[in-house]
């Protein structure tokens, strides 16, 4: 039995994405948002997963040369607002009631819990 954790979908990365380019502050923005906190623009923490995930995948054609929206992102604060998010992330998830074991010890082992 494999886990898989879903927190957003492919379009929601693709909104973000847009956003990275056009908005990189708003993207900053969001990634340091606590919990019942919203942007100006009215994200919440629900967007934080699908704008990482933009970043990532600009991160990774930033290393194959294409560096605009990758330098945008880092003049708009990014570098800081990844350090503060990766320095205060909480991974919590609830466990389904009568989860097998080796689901729950699959998910576990997905997020870095031993």
């Given at each position: 039995m494999s886990a898989q954790i879903m927190?957003?979908?492919p379009e929601q990365t693709a909104y973000w994405r847009d956003?990275?380019?056009s908005n990189p502050g708003r993207v900053a923005r969001t990634l340091v948002?606590?919990?019942g906190q919203t942007t100006r623009e009215g994200d919440n923490q629900g967007d934080i997963y699908p704008a990482l995930e933009a970043v990532k995948e600009i991160s990774v054609r930033e290393r194959?040369?294409?560096t605009a929206a990758?330098?945008?992102l880092v003049d708009a604060g990014m570098a800081d607002a990844l350090c503060k998010n990766v320095c205060e992330m909480v991974v919590a998830f609830q466990t389904i009631p009568g989860m097998p074991q080796e689901l729950l010890q699959d998910v576990k082992n997905k997020v870095g819990w031993l």
């Open positions: 927190t957003h979908t956003f990275a380019i948002l606590r919990p194959s040369g294409e990758w330098v945008n």
